[in-house]
């Protein structure tokens, strides 16, 4: 019986471990080829948000005496699949190989082994293990030596260089800035409340979260910063360890609350919880400021009563970044690394070269300018426009396509053909909605790489051949409406950039 739940880091690629059970090289690839299918299955019948958010980081580790093995990266990570989705894996791995009778889950790289747990387990093998409850006050607690009054909470710490001092501004962020430094420096009290920030990866939200919460604490108001993840698990901590009462007032006793990614925010108990705090703290006039990578229109795995709370507010979208601005980045990098290397140079004309080439996000930018500066101090020779273009070729997004996700094209299709995603999936069978569907079919089929099985299950459940069907009438229709043709050819166009 398996009774160990962590591994270390040094697992092969696929997490198999060579010993402990798995035997020569072709069972080990016949579990790797299991595992793949698993992963694809759970992807397909879970949605790319669910997987991605708690899936994509699952390993195998071994299958050994009818007990199959995954590893997390994190304790929170483990309860939560423990507490939601371990019967599903196991269903799910049981279709694909029938002597797997239960689930271990252990988390990678925590040092000492601890249990695996398995609600799955016969009768006379014990209870399951659960990892010891971190009471909520020790997940929010500052750093013993941080000078502060009892009880207060500081979150997950900010990080130092993320001020509004530091914060390069433009025309894509004029607004989301204003708005963030008047939240800041409390003018004219929670006027903007709650304050929600959107935008993809890597174009200032995060640094705009960390600002305010640097101000806010700068002019002795509580404040307390979170992502999703460290949110999730305070709550569920606090009810492992009977403290959940004690988490919910102190939380509401803050003069601000930053969330950060509140996307990933699961479970209906917590996301109630999570309503719940915002009501009360914008009731009482508190600040609440909030960022995700979409509107909260958008939020479609968030409870309804939450994505209109957060709608109420000020909803601001952090734009993408325009040449101008990338150029502003890239100078202020730059005269930053100059501090602590003074002949590190970099001719305008390759600013300019590099501000052209990565259009992506702030962070490349970045990446970019320490890719030129390992070049100047490793060889010793001069920035040029040939040596920056070799140093930035990986960073510059157009050299691949951009992958579509089948979510992202329901979402598009809807738009723009005045349908709601949930008509898409639904069973109505009006022409206004029959054609958009059809379409939406269509673009999943030739912009993804997904079967049309799982198309099916992506929509609402169909069988493989009404995606076939559908495909086949809007290749016909193409060939016979011109206007038809030119609005597909523009709906990938605008997927695809």
Not at 39 to 50: F, Q, S, T, W
Not at 139 to 165: I, K, V, Y
Not at 324 to 347: G, K, M, N
Not at 468 to 484: F, M, P, S, T
Request: aromatic share 6%.
């Amino acid at each position: 019986m398996y009774r160990g739940g962590d591994v270390s880091e040094g697992q092969n690629g696929a997490g198999l471990s060579g010993a402990d059970g798995i035997g020569s090289g072709a069972e080990r690839q016949g579990q790797v080829d299991t595992w793949a299918r698993v992963k694809r299955r759970l992807r397909a019948e879970l949605g790319e948000d669910v997987y991605t958010s708690w899936f994509a980081r699952l390993e195998i580790d071994a299958v050994a005496d009818g007990c199959a093995r995954l590893t997390v990266p994190t304790r929170f990570l483990k309860s939560w699949i423990e507490a939601h989705y371990v019967d599903r894996v196991l269903s799910i791995y049981r279709a694909e190989d029938a002597s797997v009778e239960r689930i271990g889950l252990g988390v990678r790289g925590a040092g000492p082994r601890e249990p695996a747990t398995s609600p799955a387990r016969k009768a006379d093998e014990g209870a399951p293990a659960r990892p010891e409850p971190m009471a909520a006050a020790a997940l929010l607690q500052r750093p013993a030596d941080a000078d502060r009054e009892p009880g207060d909470l500081s979150g997950a710490p900010l990080d130092t260089r993320l001020t509004f001092r530091t914060f390069v501004s433009g025309r894509s962020n004029a607004l989301a800035l204003a708005a963030a430094e008047r939240i800041a420096r409390n003018e004219g009290g929670a006027l903007y409340n709650p304050l929600y920030l959107h935008a993809g990866v890597g174009l200032g939200k995060t640094h705009l979260l960390h600002a305010i919460g640097h101000e806010v604490r700068e002019a002795g108001r509580r404040a307390i910063y979170l992502t999703a993840d460290r949110f999730m698990y305070g709550f569920v901590a606090s009810l492992k360890a009977q403290t959940a009462h004690t988490f919910k007032e102190r939380l509401r006793g803050i003069d601000l609350l930053v969330v950060d990614d509140v996307q990933f925010i699961q479970g209906r108990t917590i996301q109630q919880e999570f309503g719940h705090t915002l009501n009360a703290l914008i009731d009482a006039g508190r600040q609440v400021v909030v960022a995700a990578d979409r509107p909260p229109a958008e939020l479609e795995s968030l409870d309804e009563r939450v994505r209109s709370r957060l709608a109420g507010g000020l909803v601001v979208e952090v734009g993408a970044l325009d040449e101008q601005l990338r150029v502003s980045i890239l100078t202020t990098r730059i005269q930053a690394v100059q501090a602590a290397h003074p002949t590190f140079e970099v001719s305008p004309a390759v600013v300019s070269y590099v501000a052209r080439s990565v259009t992506a996000n702030g962070r490349d930018l970045e990446g970019a300018v320490n890719r030129l500066l390992a070049h100047a101090t490793l060889t010793g020779a001069p920035v040029t426009l040939e040596t920056a273009e070799s140093a930035i070729r990986d960073l510059v997004r157009n050299r691949e396509p951009k992958r579509v996700k089948i979510e992202d094209i329901q979402k598009l299709v809807a738009s723009r053909y005045n349908v709601s995603r949930s008509d898409i999936l639904s069973e109505r069978r009006t022409a206004a909605v029959v054609r958009p569907r059809q379409i939406a079919m269509y673009l999943s089929k030739v912009l993804t790489l997904r079967s049309l099985p799982e198309i099916g299950r992506r929509f609402g459940g169909r069988d493989h051949t009404t995606v076939l069907h559908a495909v086949r009438k809007i290749e016909k229709a193409l060939g016979e409406d011109n206007a038809l043709s030119e609005e597909v050819e523009l709906l990938k166009r605008m997927l695809q950039d």
